[in-house]
């Protein structure tokens, strides 16, 4: 069974920069393209990037394109999300999740993912 574990979330003050970790275990991690999503109070969980089973590709929602780097370590089995230039806007809990491709393209809604950690509290201060 997968288990996925995120941490590095916390409170930072808008401009500043956060690092999300996700720790994979339980399957081959390079089989596994990675995502990571969002989800703000009274809203629904919205995509924020995914990164290829190489970690040679990604692709990312217009919020944060240009603010945030999604990568992995497939050594370490190791997701991580890279946030700079935060705006209140982005707080949410971040969640990353775990997709075994079974299709051709990026997968960027929830119902596409196999496996999801339990999340990591980001609040931006303005």
């Known amino acids: 069974q997968v288990q996925l574990v995120e941490s590095g979330g916390g409170l930072v003050q808008a401009g500043g920069s956060l690092r999300l970790s996700c720790a994979f275990s339980?399957?081959?991690?390079?089989?596994?393209?990675m995502g990571w999503f969002r989800q703000a109070p009274g809203k629904e969980r919205e995509f924020v990037a995914v990164?290829?089973?190489?970690?040679?590709?990604?692709y990312y929602a217009d919020s944060v394109k240009g603010r945030f780097t999604i990568s992995r370590d497939n050594a370490k089995n190791t997701a991580y999300l890279q946030m700079v230039s935060l705006k209140p806007e982005d707080t949410a809990v971040y969640y990353c999740?775990?997709?075994?491709?079974?299709?051709?393209?990026?997968?960027?809604?929830?119902?596409?993912?196999?496996?999801w950690g339990q999340g990591t509290q980001v609040t931006v201060s303005s």
């Open positions: 999740a775990a997709d075994y491709p079974m299709k051709d393209g990026w997968p960027i809604t929830a119902f596409e993912y196999d496996y």
């Open positions: 339980g399957r081959t991690f390079s089989n596994y393209i």
């Open positions: 990164v290829s089973r190489s970690g040679g590709s990604s």
